[in-house]
């Protein structure tokens, strides 16, 4: 009794809902898929029947040397009949990629469709991931069209043959560029440096100490400056100042401010070094030297 | 002064005529067999946002898209007519010179009828193709209006587009379905980025001769999304040809017209919307930039006094910042202009090639534009330099920006002075020591006394 009760409002429903699914739906029935490589015979490859209401669960492999076959009889409610509309749309959702390809059906709703890689727009043959085939058939009228996934298509390629490619530019934005510098200038270690700087530096010393060992002296020092004093500091002077000068114009000076210097610091060298280049001749006739 | 009172003058006459940045004169070429009254809301529509728009047959005589040379009309908007043709007034090529002349055009299509060849042939020139027959119309088995189209589906319920790609910025979107019946699909050549698609078909959409019982397989030449029911494209002077394959959804009967899709609830066509935002895409009052102001000078800190800015000469290695303000035109005024989600405003620092591409980055804004900017380091190569913004995306009018500049090498002064290279004191040490030998060998040869008692043992 309580059993009838609850069953009778459910067949109520049903029954109030059939009519609306019965207006006859577009449908297909006796479908296969079958996926034979070239010269393969009859019976070689792959071939699995579908139905309409559940997809297949596992993805079929199809590769560069397959052809793809879908048979199926269209079906308008239980009759077979000839829809306007019988595709076999491959759609990858991630890309938006969609194409279709119309079976050709005959007057008693048989449809047949082959497919092989090359018909493929080359889009989809770089997918990594199956692609979603539907059927879709559909026509003018009241009755509902079908349009379902039915199995998915697992695109295998050769890896030795390259993927064709389509470049076409369309407007966005480029890579970024960034300079690439020149390297700048290295330097040696610094130890290097400061032991070749030392080794030039001491060159000084190791000439003084070999002039004072070979007997060089400052002897006529006195009597020089005894008998012309103003020449001889004048004289010495302006050969220091005109290491100066060059010391001046190596760290800020320019030529302009160089050349007026250097001029008169060389005049007076010329005059005063005559003279005292004179008092070194006279100790040299008188035989001190 | 004066100067000053017209550019007020031309202001306020902007603010009264709410309108198309390029220009208030819409021509519209209609049949006189159509009835002018069918479209009425559209023109009204129109003319509330300020087109002064005139009406022609394409028959008549007085019909010119130029006079004395120039154009007499901004924009053009062609419905189908029901004869052959649009007449000796309106050939291809003149339709091109007007496209040419930075006229913009929206041409709308029926899949009522034929198309006629003049039509496909001027489509064919900028890069849209009809279907062979030029007859085809859109059916959908998913979705079209069951109230007006229940036998035949030709007439389609889609939802407005969201954006084309994820970097582009979207004009046509919306809540709402818009109506399009019989519409002629176009489909695009892939090889130009001038053409985009606006709004696509559905993928389970195909095309059919209705002439024609039942499409042979082998007659179907494009479907799904690869139809298009409206297409644009942007010339390189920016002007604007678009393409709507349905006159009919611009007609007031579909402008609120009550629909329903199959296993859906009756709702309202949004088409007056759509409609808007299409009219105002192709006629230049949204989708248009305007670059204010460019600045570049030396990166310092604080202020940057005027007569450094934009200078001629750089040298390498500078640090240098640049400055752009861009924006974009929004019906009526102009608005700041934000590059879209996944884009970039890009500077290339270009001799013969980039040899920098950098996303500029938004700093700041002013009232009417967004002020775009980056800092780097000038290449360490001299020549002549240009800045270049080279900004080109669907929908929006080209940005094309160059300014030369020279780039320089180091001057004689600038180099680090040779006691800063370690490398070179072993050769100042030699310097220096050669000239302290030279003194130290002066004073020994002036004042040395002979050796005399070592050469007296020697001898």
């Given at each position: 009794m309580h059993l009838w009760q609850a069953t009778l409002p459910i067949c109520l429903l049903v029954s109030a809902a059939l009519p609306v699914a019965a207006t006859s739906a577009w449908g297909f029935a006796d479908a296969t898929v079958a996926v034979q490589p070239k010269g393969?015979?009859?019976?070689g490859g792959f071939k699995e029947q579908f139905d309409s209401k559940k997809p297949l669960s596992k993805p079929i492999a199809f590769t560069d040397v397959d052809s793809l076959r879908v048979i199926l009889t269209a079906k308008e409610g239980s009759s077979s009949k000839r829809p306007h509309q019988a595709f076999l749309l491959l759609k990858d959702e991630r890309n938006g990629l969609d194409v279709s390809y119309p079976f050709t059906v005959k007057?008693?709703?048989k449809a047949r469709l082959e497919l092989t890689?090359?018909?493929?727009?080359?889009?989809?043959?770089?997918?990594a991931d199956p692609i979603d085939a539907r059927v879709v058939i559909g026509s003018f009228g009241e009755s509902k069209a079908y349009d379902s996934s039915v199995f998915k298509l697992k695109i295998q390629r050769d890896a030795n043959i390259p993927l064709p490619t389509a470049v076409t530019s369309r407007y966005g934005k480029l890579p970024e560029i960034h300079h690439i510098f020149k390297d700048s200038p290295s330097n040696p270690p610094i130890v290097i440096t400061l032991a070749f700087t030392a080794a030039v530096a001491a060159t000084l010393p190791v000439l003084g100490f070999m002039w004072l060992f070979l007997g060089?002296?400052?002897?006529?020092l006195p009597t020089a400056i005894k008998s012309a004093p103003l020449p001889h500091a004048i004289f010495l002077g302006s050969l220091f100042s005109f290491e100066g000068l060059f010391f001046l114009y190596y760290t800020s000076w320019n030529l302009f401010q160089l050349l007026p210097a250097a001029a008169l610091v060389g005049v007076v060298a010329f005059v005063s070094g005559s003279r005292a280049l004179g008092e070194v001749q006279g100790r040299r006739l008188a035989g001190l030297r | 002064m004066r100067w000053c009172l017209a550019l007020l003058l031309c202001g306020f006459l902007a603010a009264v005529n709410a309108l198309s940045s390029s220009g208030s004169r819409l021509l519209v070429v209609l049949?006189?067999?159509?009835?002018?009254?069918?479209?009425s809301t559209l023109w009204s529509d129109l003319k509330g946002r300020g087109y002064d728009v005139s009406f022609e047959s394409p028959?008549?005589?007085?019909?010119?898209?130029?006079?004395h040379g120039a154009r007499a009309y901004d924009h053009l908007l062609i419905i189908p007519p029901k004869?052959?043709?649009?007449g000796p007034n309106l050939t291809p090529k003149n339709i091109l010179d007007f496209l040419n002349k930075d006229g913009n055009i929206l041409l709308a299509l029926s899949g009522k009828a034929a198309t006629s060849s003049a039509i496909s042939s001027l489509l064919l020139e900028v890069d849209i193709q009809l279907s062979n027959d030029r007859s085809s119309v859109v059916v959908d088995h998913f979705n079209y209006d069951t109230v007006s189209?229940?036998?035949?589906?030709?007439v389609l319920l889609l939802q407005r587009p969201g954006?084309?790609?994820?970097?582009v910025k979207a004009?046509?979107?919306?809540?709402g379905v818009v109506a399009l019946p019989r519409v002629a699909p176009q489909t695009l050549g892939s090889?130009?980025?001038l053409v985009s698609p606006i709004l696509r078909a559905p993928a389970t959409a195909y095309a059919y001769?209705?002439?024609?019982e039942m499409p042979a397989p082998?007659?179907?030449e494009a479907t799904g999304s690869q139809l298009n029911i409206v297409s644009a494209m942007q010339a390189r002077n920016s002007a604007r040809f678009t393409v709507l394959?349905?006159?009919?959804?611009?007609e007031d009967q579909w402008f609120s017209a009550s629909v329903q899709a199959p296993g859906g609830k009756k709702t309202t066509t949004v088409n007056r919307e759509f409609a808007k935002q299409l009219t105002a895409w192709a006629f230049k009052e949204t989708g248009v930039l305007k670059v204010e102001k460019i600045e570049h000078y030396l990166a310092t800190d604080g202020e940057v006094a005027p007569e450094n800015l934009n200078p001629k000469i750089y040298r390498i290695k500078n640090e240098t910042v640049f400055n752009i303000e861009v924006s974009e035109y929004n019906y009526d005024k102009w608005v700041p202009f934000e590059v879209p989600g996944n884009d970039e405003l890009q500077l290339e620092f270009t001799?013969?090639?980039?040899f920098h591409r950098l996303a500029l980055k938004p700093v700041g804004r002013t009232e009417t534009s967004t002020i775009y900017s980056t800092k780097f380091t000038t290449p360490d190569q001299h020549g002549i330099f240009s800045f270049r913004i080279n900004y080109k995306r669907p929908f929006f009018t080209n940005i094309e920006e160059k300014h030369e500049v020279t780039v320089r090498h180091f001057a004689h002064d600038e180099y680090p002075r040779?006691?800063?290279?370690?490398?070179g004191w072993v050769w100042i040490a030699g310097l220096w020591s050669v000239i302290g030998g030279f003194l130290a060998f002066v004073l020994v040869w002036l004042y040395s006394a002979p050796a005399t008692e070592k050469l007296k043992k020697t001898q």
């Open positions: 393969a015979g009859i019976n007057e008693n709703g890689q090359k018909e493929l727009p080359i889009q989809f043959l770089s997918l060089a002296n400052l002897g006529h | 049949d006189e067999s159509t009835d002018q009254s069918a479209y028959k008549s005589d007085k019909l010119s898209l130029f006079k004869s052959k043709g649009l189209s229940a036998e035949k589906h030709d954006p084309l790609r994820p970097d004009f046509f979107n919306g809540e090889e130009s980025n001769n209705p002439k024609e082998e007659d179907i394959g349905s006159a009919e959804a611009l001799m013969l090639s980039p040779s006691w800063d290279i370690s490398a």
